[in-house]
Each structure stands twice: as structure tokens, then as C-alpha cells.
């Protein structure tokens, strides 16, 4: 079959989506030529559906895009079509088991050779430019690192660059990272599920952000197992079966997931985007970390961004690393490697040569509902709370996977709740800023040793709504249980860039739980897919002389910009 050219329609659409986003004027059409793309030998050959996007021009460069979400429709627009008009030739290939690509589905597995054997393909092709970049989001972000994997990874003389937005190199860290199973892994099950039957983007996507009350009553029953079997009309995809009951992150099951080789081999330009609300963050701040350590070309861009909002939001920017480092076309940028955006701030972006900026530690202590600068030097009795998996407490003011635009949800309502500790300081009487990682300690205890502990930073504002800016949530490992005695808990937040505005307060909440963001802890020890059983557990956090819990800001220093 010849190459289809851009029908009339599709270049108004194209256009139109380029002026939304603010992208350069278009440089020629193109046309597009379904392509199989064979994987494997013998009985174990299967073929990847693809599609080839080839400038009417000479192409500028060669761009690789894998995913799981299928090549047509509003995904191509923004993945590809935008590309192909300004010069780039685009090879967009569905992942094995997804769209009209041969295989079954296994996350994680074979993402390494299906992404070796293409480059081989590509490689010989008439078309082929002689050397490519790769750009996506979320998984897409993933299929980047899984190409940078392993011995027959291509080198740097024909992969030149990477554009990775909002994407893990760690799929068990999305998966049970916090020691709990993330209920999104549920959510993007189902999107898989409903793609692969034929349903479009953008009525799975709606379905997706109105099905918040349908997963509450499927993770909310138990055993889970049994709860997500029904839900999927007993047909759940056995991979999800899979983390359903391999609660632990450190179960060899999960090794084929871990891409950190890819962090410790990557020598290409690589350009990272993220946001503050994205429920990534962390692992794009752990690849910004490694990679900048071992001198590799790193760009780091963090806007007030949800999961989502970072992949829609940096279209031009996108464009212009692969302009500078694979078509060569435009000088490298002058401006520092990295730009934040710094939430509760105006002017709210800033460049700067390294994350974190320069910093001064400032330290408030726990004590009874309060947070203050004075550490404790009377008896106080300790703060108590309940956790009852049976009403566990409520993901509120927190990031998920399909949240859409600038997230600004309030957890105000954390606050009232008796299972949850609440330490608030005074209204500030200056601007505070915050760059970098808090630190919360915790003399902590419980009756049990089956726990969870969420620790909160947030602001509260003069009207006295309360927004999250950082956090962290943690399965605790029963076996470094101390008993009555408790255990310190260091817990290393995530990063954050946050104005805390004169008159507001600090606020650390601290909670048993985050229900059904994480899959609550059942408190009996059981396996959480499969197990029937609930306990409650008493949580105990201390703060006296010699036992003082703290949070310690990284407060930016005012020369720092």
C-alpha cells in the first residue's frame, strides 16, 4: 500500500493544535505508510504495528516513539504529526499486545528487546536518516530507558538524544515502591483494556477521571483479588494479577522492571519533564540525580504540572532539544539546565545551573498540635491516633495518575479527621521559601506491627484551606519493629518548590494511611491481594526531650538567584 498523504482536514487539526501550544510555524507536509514491524525468530516471531511519517521534504532527523496506547487519533497529533510537519520523520510503534501489534502484553518485560529489535530494523531501512532520537511520556518515558538498557543498547553516535516526560525507569517503584500497591496500576489496566477493544482516547480518558467512586468500591472490598477479578468481568490481565499479590518491592519478580542500568549507561542529551503534582516526580528527580552525577547532558523542567498537564504543557520545548541535538539546527540554549516553577510564588519560574539550589536548614518541632522553632524542655504526652482499615483514611490533596491541568486540591479536611495528627505553626510573620527535600522524624510506635505512615507538608492559607506541598508514604517493615519501644523514623520527603507566604502556617499531617491511592494495610500481616482479614492499629508519635520528632526545611538562601 502506497503512503497516504495529510488530508486537508488534517493539516486545519494539526495547525490548530500547534497554535494552542504555542509551537512554531509548520515546515512541510508529509504523508503516512502503515508498516509490520517483525520481532523475534521462527515460532516466536510476531510483528509490531507502526507508523511511518515521512516529511514531503528531506527529513531533519529520524524520531522513535513506543506505546501502549495506540498510534492514531489524538495520540499520533501530539506524538507525532506535530514532528512530521516541522521535518522530522517519525516511526511510531505500538508495544507488543497493544493496537493491531502482535503478542501479549507482559509491563516492563520485553519493552528492552522489542526496543533493540526495532532500532536493528530501522537501521536497515532505505529511509532511515543514520542516526534518531526518542520522545513519550509516562510509559512512553519508560520504552526510552528500556532502549538505553543492556549490551546491544544503540551508542550515541545513532541515538542522539531523549525527550522523557513524566516517565518512570523503575515500573515496580510505581507499582509497590512505598511497600504499598499503588491502586494506579488499576486505573492503567483498565485504560490498556478498554484501548485494546477498540475504544477511543478520549472516551476512555473521560471514563478514567469519572471512575473515582467505581475503584473506591472495587479496592475498598476484600479480598482484593477476587474484588478487581469482578471488576474486570473475570477476564484481569495476568500481569495485574501479578502485583496484586506481590506486595513485596524487593521480590525477584520485579527485577525485568528495574531499569537502573540505563541510568548508570546513558551518555546522550536527555531532557527530563515532570511536575510537582505528578505522581512520577520522584523517579524523574532519582534519573535527574544519577545522570548529572555522572556528567551525562541533563535538562530538568518542573512546572505546577499534574501527571498529565507535564506531557501537554512542553510541546515547544520538546521540539527545541531534538532541533539542538539530533536535526542540529539551532544553537544549544544559553539559559541554565534547569527551570521550576515555584508554587505559591510571583514571578513564579526560575532557571538555575543545578537542583537544589543553595539552601540553609531550618528545623520546627513536633509538639502537641503545634509546630515550633523551640525544641521541647517539659513532659508533654504523645499524640495518639487510630487507623481503621475498615474506614481507612481518604487520599485527599494528593497527586494520581489522570489528574488533568494545574492541580490545587485542598486536604483541609485531613485535618478534622481523628486519624490523623495535625502539627500547625504560628502565622509566619516573613516569606518562607523551601528548595529541595524535607526531612520529618518521627519517634514512632504502634500496637501492631502491620502500619502505615503518611506524613504531609502542607500550608495553610489565612482562610484556613490547606493545600499539600510535599509528602511521603511508607509501609513499614514489620520486621525492624521495636515494639512499645517504637522505632526513629527518617523519612526523606519529596522534593518541592514552595513559597510559604507571610500569614500563612506550616502544617505537618500525619496519618496511618492514604485509601485508595495506596492499597490500605489490612493490619493482620496477610497478603493485602489476598487476604480477608482487618485489625486496627494504635499509632504513637513522641515528642519530649529525647525523643524529639522534627521537620527540617531546606530554606533557599536569598542570594540564590
Given at each position: 500500500m502506497a503512503p497516504v498523504k495529510r488530508s486537508t482536514l488534517n493539516a486545519l487539526v494539526d495547525r490548530l493544535f500547534a497554535w494552542t501550544n504555542a509551537l512554531p510555524p509548520e515546515s512541510t507536509s508529509y504523508t503516512i505508510d502503515h508498516v509490520k514491524?517483525?520481532?523475534?525468530?521462527?515460532?516466536?516471531r510476531i510483528h509490531l504495528a507502526a507508523d511511518l511519517y515521512q516529511p514531503t521534504g528531506s527529513p531533519v532527523g529520524t524520531l522513535l516513539v513506543r506505546t501502549p496506547y495506540g498510534i492514531s487519533g489524538t495520540f499520533a497529533l501530539g506524538n507525532a504529526r506535530i514532528f512530521a510537519a516541522r521535518g522530522y520523520q517519525v516511526v511510531l510503534s505500538s508495544c507488543?499486545?497493544?493496537?493491531?501489534?502482535?503478542?501479549?502484553?507482559?509491563?516492563?518485560?520485553?519493552?528492552?528487546?522489542?526496543?533493540?529489535?526495532?532500532?536493528s530494523w530501522m537501521r536497515a531501512q532505505p529511509w532511515y536518516t543514520g542516526s534518531f532520537a526518542t520522545v513519550g511520556g509516562s510509559y512512553c518515558g519508560f520504552v526510552q530507558y528500556a532502549l538505553l538498557t543492556g549490551d546491544d543498547a544503540p551508542p550515541p553516535q545513532d541515538m542522539k538524544?531523549?525527550?522523557?516526560?513524566?516517565?518512570?525507569?523503575?515500573?515496580?517503584?510505581?507499582?509497590?515502591?512505598?511497600?504499598?500497591?499503588?491502586?494506579?496500576?488499576?486505573?492503567?489496566?483498565?485504560?490498556?483494556?478498554?484501548?485494546?477493544?477498540?475504544?477511543?482516547?478520549?472516551?476512555?480518558?473521560?471514563?478514567?477521571?469519572?471512575?473515582?467512586?467505581?475503584?473506591?468500591?472495587?479496592?475498598d472490598a476484600a479480598p482484593l483479588t477476587d474484588s478487581v477479578n469482578k471488576y474486570f468481568d473475570n477476564q484481569t490481565p495476568p500481569w495485574l494479577r501479578q502485583f496484586i499479590t506481590h506486595p513485596d518491592p524487593t521480590d525477584p519478580y520485579y527485577n525485568p522492571l528495574r531499569l537502573d542500568d540505563a541510568l548508570q549507561r546513558a551518555t546522550i542529551p536527555i531532557a527530563l519533564i515532570t511536575g510537582w503534582h505528578d505522581l512520577m516526580l520522584p523517579q524523574v528527580m532519582e534519573q535527574y540525580t544519577t545522570l548529572t552525577a555522572r556528567g551525562c547532558p541533563v535538562s530538568l523542567t518542573i512546572?505546577?504540572?499534574?501527571?498529565?498537564?507535564?506531557?501537554?504543557?512542553?510541546?515547544?520545548?520538546?521540539?527545541?532539544?531534538?532541533?539542538?541535538?539530533?536535526a542540529q539546527t539551532k544553537p544549544a540554549p544559553s539559559n541554565p539546565p534547569v527551570r521550576i516553577y515555584i508554587t505559591g510564588s510571583n514571578p513564579s519560574w526560575v532557571t538555575l545551573p543545578t537542583w537544589p539550589p543553595p539552601t540553609t536548614q531550618q528545623t520546627l518541632f513536633l509538639s502537641?498540635?503545634?509546630?515550633?522553632?523551640?525544641?521541647?524542655?517539659?513532659?508533654?504526652?504523645?499524640?495518639?491516633?487510630?487507623?481503621?482499615?475498615?474506614?481507612?483514611?481518604?487520599?485527599?490533596?494528593?497527586?494520581?495518575?489522570?489528574?488533568?491541568?494545574?492541580?490545587r486540591t485542598p486536604d483541609t479536611s485531613l485535618a478534622a479527621r481523628a486519624d490523623v495528627l495535625t502539627f500547625t505553626t504560628a502565622p509566619l510573620p516573613s516569606d518562607l521559601e523551601v528548595c529541595g527535600q524535607p526531612l520529618v522524624t518521627l519517634y514512632h510506635s504502634s500496637s501492631h506491627p502491620f502500619v502505615d505512615v503518611l506524613v504531609l507538608l502542607s500550608e495553610v492559607n489565612p482562610s484556613g484551606a490547606s493545600y499539600s506541598v510535599s509528602e511521603r508514604f511508607v509501609r513499614l517493615d514489620a520486621s525492624s519493629s521495636r515494639g512499645e519501644e517504637g522505632r526513629i523514623l527518617e523519612l526523606v520527603l519529596h522534593d518541592c518548590a514552595h513559597r510559604f507566604r507571610r500569614g500563612s502556617r506550616v502544617r505537618l499531617l500525619v496519618a496511618g494511611g492514604s485509601h485508595p491511592r495506596y492499597i490500605r494495610n489490612l493490619g493482620t500481616g496477610e497478603n493485602p491481594g489476598t487476604g480477608r482479614g482487618m485489625r486496627e492499629a494504635v499509632h504513637t508519635v513522641r515528642h519530649e526531650v529525647g525523643a524529639v520528632s522534627k521537620v527540617v526545611l531546606p530554606v533557599c538562601l536569598r542570594s540564590w538567584r
Open positions: 514491524i517483525p520481532i523475534g525468530l521462527g515460532d516466536a507488543r499486545g497493544t493496537g493491531e501489534s502482535e503478542g501479549s502484553l507482559d509491563p516492563g518485560r520485553d519493552e528492552t528487546a522489542d526496543g533493540h529489535a526495532i532500532v538524544a531523549a525527550v522523557v516526560a513524566t516517565g518512570p525507569h523503575d515500573l515496580a517503584k510505581f507499582v509497590s515502591g512505598t511497600g504499598a500497591m499503588s491502586s494506579q496500576i488499576i486505573v492503567w489496566a483498565e485504560l490498556l483494556t478498554r484501548m485494546r477493544r477498540g475504544d477511543s482516547t478520549l472516551s476512555t480518558i473521560f471514563h478514567l477521571l469519572t471512575q473515582a467512586a467505581k475503584l473506591r468500591t472495587v479496592v512546572g505546577p504540572w499534574t501527571h498529565l498537564a507535564a506531557q501537554r504543557n512542553t510541546f515547544p520545548l520538546t521540539l527545541a532539544w531534538l532541533d539542538t541535538h539530533l502537641p498540635h503545634t509546630l515550633s522553632s523551640s525544641p521541647p524542655t517539659t513532659p508533654v504526652p504523645p499524640s495518639i491516633f487510630t487507623f481503621n482499615p475498615k474506614s481507612p483514611t481518604p487520599s485527599v490533596g494528593v497527586a494520581t495518575l489522570f489528574d488533568s491541568g494545574v492541580r
